[in-house]
């Protein structure tokens, strides 16, 4: 599994954007998917997951309700859907593939590297 993040920018407060993690290799479709975060001087923190089939998603409680995560096994591609942003989504966003979409960092093995979310006021 090799995953590469993309669709990070600059956005206005109350904007939206759309993240897209997807594996080069093909393979990942059978491996939960996570995003997590990381601002400047804060811990990696956990976002959002999905499970191998997306039958089951999670969500911290800081994005419930505006962020959605999803995936196209056929495109073998997850995406996270940000909307009314905030100047505190802030963050270098990575996704990683895992055994289960659960918000513990230690589940998830493949990690990609991360795409810069600034969200401006």
């Known amino acids: 599994v090799q995953l590469q993040a993309s669709g990070g920018g600059l956005v206005q407060a109350g904007g939206s954007l759309r993240l897209s993690c997807a594996d080069s290799t093909r393979t990942f479709s059978n491996n939960a998917v996570g995003w997590f975060r990381q601002a400047p001087g804060k811990e990696r923190e956990f976002v959002a997951a999905i499970s191998w089939n997306g039958g089951i998603t999670n969500y911290a409680d800081s994005v419930k309700g505006r962020f959605t995560i999803s995936r196209d096994n056929a495109k073998n591609t997850v995406y996270l859907l940000m909307n009314n942003l905030k100047l505190e989504d802030t963050a270098l966003y990575y996704c990683?593939?895992?055994?289960?979409?659960?918000?513990?960092?230690?589940?998830?093995?493949?990690w990609g590297q991360g795409t810069q979310v600034t969200v401006s006021s």
């Open positions: 990683a593939a895992g055994r289960s979409s659960v918000p513990q960092r230690y589940e998830y093995i493949y």
